[in-house]
């Protein structure tokens, strides 16, 4: 049994929907990042560095994964599936995968803050986010011209980008020029698996719910300026 530590969030939403994709037993641990709960020491005993996700694999006396690029390969690796064995394969996944944990979730992860949260607009910061989030997502759209999935077969490399790619509004970016990637976020948003982790500890509706998004938006403000 896995007990996931998570919020909804592009990090929490990884690991969510990775167990559900791969079959594996969790129980869910509510952890409201805007309470500053993370920073406990109960919890920092697990992730030193307070961020979610985080997983006790329960069957491994207990074992502690932090950080979400870690969390993926070892679920991938426990599960057999969604990792390639032969090395080749492996390698494509993995870089696929540190693309994401390098450049796009923390330019786009910036880019949330200084467009929605941060309570002074500096438009250069806000620029500099988004354009570099910008040009990532066309290194993406480039790949998926021609691939399915960015590494063979469906994988925790797609789950890691699909997890902040389908939220992109909420960085003020449009991909409406990017078909490639606007045909890989809307196939794998359908996906039973996917669509049941991104709902994991809670059902986020932010584009839809205009007064739920300023709401959120408010709590987290104050997380960001603590």
Do not use: C
Not at 25 to 34: G, K, M, Q, T
Not at 61 to 83: C, M, N, Q, T
Not at 151 to 180: E, Q, V
């Amino acid at each position: 049994m896995i007990e996931l530590y998570t919020w909804a969030t592009p990090n929490g939403w990884k690991a969510s929907a990775a167990l559900e994709e791969m079959g594996i037993a969790y129980n869910v641990h509510p952890i409201d990042i805007n309470t500053n709960i993370q920073k406990e020491p109960d919890y920092l005993a697990l992730n030193p560095n307070g961020r979610i996700p985080v997983i006790i694999d329960t069957d491994e006396d207990d074992f502690v994964v932090f950080e979400s690029g870690a969390i993926l390969i070892y679920l991938a690796e426990k599960s057999g599936k969604l990792l390639p064995t032969d090395k080749k394969g492996r390698s494509e996944v993995i870089q696929w995968l540190m693309f994401q944990m390098g450049g796009l979730g923390p330019m786009q992860g910036q880019a949330h803050v200084f467009y929605r949260y941060f309570p002074e607009k500096i438009p250069a910061a806000i620029e500099r986010y988004q354009n570099e989030t910008t040009r990532l997502y066309k290194v993406l759209d480039t790949r998926l011209a021609d691939h399915e999935y960015l590494a063979g077969d469906f994988s925790i490399a797609d789950i890691a980008h699909w997890s902040w790619a389908r939220i992109h509004y909420w960085a003020g970016i449009k991909i409406d020029d990017m078909p490639h990637l606007r045909r890989w976020i809307d196939q794998l948003e359908v996906r039973p698996g996917l669509a049941k982790g991104a709902k994991v500890p809670h059902e986020t509706n932010y584009r839809d719910d205009p007064e739920l998004a300023q709401k959120m938006i408010k709590k987290t403000q104050n997380m960001v300026t603590r």
